[in-house]
Structure formats: structure tokens, C-alpha cells
């Protein structure tokens, strides 16, 4: 089984037409400031390694930074970590998160599940359709607005749809954030392939 990085991660749903946050990744500090020219303030920097897996556990990841001179800081901070290959500097957003993905058993092949980031997790075998996908939302206490439902139901169609196109996932987590515009943005994913 290999596990990607959530760089490689991030990238392959984007080809895959999901909704991912804008973000740049910096290998040295001569990088740094295109990177954060690109993403633009504020943002948030997240230590990148093929086998860092828990960022929060090494305090890896750094919230809200608006100048040059504190990414500076995080910067060489975050790529003295253990593993580290660079650093992903990704666009700060606000709005509601939700964790979504696929998961592969030996009983029922690929289910896929989503709930609020912390608990109350539904699980559905794929394909499924809209009406299943609302159901979902319901089940998991996640009382949404209608524009917020129908934002989520458009994920997870998309992610059931992933789940047939590609058996050789083993288990894919997307966390993903509903913002004020009511858009989805992948903020976080990790997936494992066959």
C-alpha cells in the first residue's frame, strides 16, 4: 500500500476535477515569496513530507500568517521537522468543515462516508445517487442550510463517482470547507493507494 503526501494527494483530485484551496508549496526560502505571492495573505503553512501523515501531532501546521518576515520564521521552524521535504502555504479560509472520503473493506469493497469533522460519520456503499447523499446528511446531524446541502450533495456524487473510477484506492479522507460563497474547497486530503 503506499500512502501519498497531502501534496500529491491534493493534486490528484484536482485532476480529477474537485474543488481543492489554492495553495503553493516552497521547497527553500528563495521560493518562499512567490509562493506567497501566489496564495496571498492570510494563509497558513503546512510542513510537506511523503511520510508526515500527523502535521497537528508535530505542530506542523501554522494558522493565520500575514507578512513575509513571520512565514520567514515558520518557515525554517517547519522544515526542521522530521521528514520534511518543503512547505505547502495555502490560502486561510472560513467557513464550515466537514470530512469526507472513501474507505475500502474485505466485506463490502468501497464505502464511502462523510460527517462533521469530529463525529457522527455515515457510511453508504457507491454508487449512489442524490437522494442517498442528502439522506446521508441527515443521518449525520449536519443541519445545513439548502445552499450548503446542495454543495455537499455536488462532493459527494463527485467522490462516489472516484470510488468507481478508481478501485485501486484503499482510503481516501477529504476534509473540505463549505465557505461564506457557499463553494467547496478541499483544505486537507490523504490517500492510500493499492
Not at 460527517?115 to 446528511?137: A, C, L, S, T, Y
Request: include cysteine.
Amino acid at each position: 500500500m503506499e500512502v501519498v503526501s497531502e501534496l500529491k494527494a491534493e493534486d490528484f483530485l484536482e485532476k480529477e476535477g474537485f474543488p481543492v484551496v489554492e495553495r503553493a508549496f516552497s521547497k527553500n526560502l528563495s521560493e518562499l515569496e512567490n509562493a506567497i505571492r501566489k496564495v496571498g495573505p492570510p494563509f497558513i503553512m503546512k510542513v510537506s513530507g511523503e511520510k508526515i501523515l500527523k502535521k497537528k501531532v508535530l505542530r506542523g501546521i501554522k494558522v493565520d500568517i500575514k507578512t513575509y518576515t513571520q512565514a520567514v520564521i515558520e518557515f525554517k521552524d517547519l522544515r526542521r521537522i522530521g521528514g520534511s521535504n518543503g512547505v505547502i502555504i495555502q490560502k486561510k479560509l472560513s467557513g464550515k468543515e466537514f470530512l469526507a472520503g472513501i474507505k475500502c473493506t474485505n466485506e463490502f469493497g468501497h464505502s464511502l462516508f462523510f460527517g462533521n469533522i469530529e463525529e457522527n460519520f455515515v457510511f453508504r456503499i457507491p454508487p449512489i445517487g442524490k437522494d442517498e447523499i442528502q439522506r446521508m446528511i441527515k443521518e449525520s446531524a449536519a443541519f445545513l442550510p439548502k445552499e450548503d446541502d446542495e454543495t455537499i450533495t455536488q462532493l459527494m456524487l463527485r467522490l462516489s463517482e472516484l470510488s468507481q473510477k478508481h478501485p485501486e484506492i484503499m482510503d481516501a479522507k477529504i476534509k473540505f470547507m463549505v465557505t461564506e460563497e457557499k463553494l467547496p474547497k478541499i483544505i486537507d486530503a490523504q490517500i492510500s493507494f493499492k
